[in-house]
T-cell receptor, first 109, second 119 residues
Framework: GQNIDQPTEMTATEGAIVQINCTYQTSGFNGLFWYQQHAGEAPTFLSYNVLDGLEEKGRFSSFLSRSKGYSYLLLKELQMKDSASYLCAAMDSNYQLIWGAGTKLIIKP | GAGVSQSPRYKVTKRGQDVALRCDPISGHVSLYWYRQALGQGPEFLTYFNYEAQQDKSGLPNDRFSAERPEGSISTLTIQRTEQRDSAMYRC?????????????????FGAGTRLSVL
């Protein structure tokens, strides 16, 4: 079957760095996506990876290892506004997104 | 439009009534997706369209659920004879294309959703 695993909840301190891990099993693979979702709002696109390695976008970076079925989202210089759920989604051979349940990130001052 | 628009934002209905949820995708986007999202969970796939063709409806829970996109733009998700278990957030997303090519064109953009409550 197809499956995405990510931690349910994480806590970090303002100004620090946090890494949110995601492992996936899909029928075929066409990319790994990260979305941010604030409480009561729609998911918004953050980043994607299709090749192995690190993609950096400002304070956010995303890493992919296709051989290990593993990705992580790295958030630097955490701000209170980063408190949200972070959704990992893998695109399968039919170009459908298989979604994880999301990781709720709590930022403490 | 500038973004994906969904209406109504909130819908309260009585058990047994039919409801129609509307989605207006980003102008020019080929693909349109319907999801259902429970609190604290990721989106659950329901169905999707490329242009006006429904490509996959395997996620629709039962035959009370149907969707259409007759002119390849606005889509309607209809739930007949609603039940309390249908209460959820229903989200629509659209993307520029649906397959291959530049991955950036596969990015799905979500609407604000319709919160359905069945009493």
């Amino acid at each position: 079957g197809q499956n995405i695993d990510q931690p349910t909840e994480m806590t970090a301190t303002e100004g620090a760095i946090v890494q949110i891990n995601c492992t996936y099993q899909t029928s075929g693979f066409n990319g790994l996506f990260w979305y941010q979702q604030h409480a009561g709002e729609a998911p918004t696109f953050l980043s994607y990876n299709v090749l192995d390695g690190l993609e950096e976008k400002g304070r956010f970076s995303s890493f992919l290892s296709r051989s290990k079925g593993y990705s992580y989202l790295l958030l630097k210089e955490l701000q209170m506004k980063d408190s949200a759920s972070y959704l990992c989604a893998a695109m399968d051979s039919n170009y459908q997104l298989i979604w994880g349940a999301g990781t709720k990130l709590i930022i403490k001052p | 439009g500038a973004g994906v628009s969904q209406s109504p934002r909130y819908k309260v209905t009585k058990r047994g009534q039919d409801v129609a949820l509307r989605c207006d995708p980003i102008s020019g986007h080929v693909s349109l997706y319907w999801y259902r999202q429970a609190l604290g969970q990721g989106p659950e796939f329901l169905t999707y369209f490329n242009y006006e063709a429904q490509q996959d409806k395997s996620g629709l829970p039962n035959d009370r659920f149907s969707a259409e996109r007759p002119e390849g733009s606005i889509s309607t998700l209809t739930i007949q004879r609603t039940e309390q278990r249908d209460s959820a957030m229903y989200r629509c997303a659209s993307s520029l294309i649906w397959t291959g090519g530049e991955l950036a064109k596969n990015i799905q953009y979500f609407g604000a959703g319709t919160r359905l409550s069945v009493l």
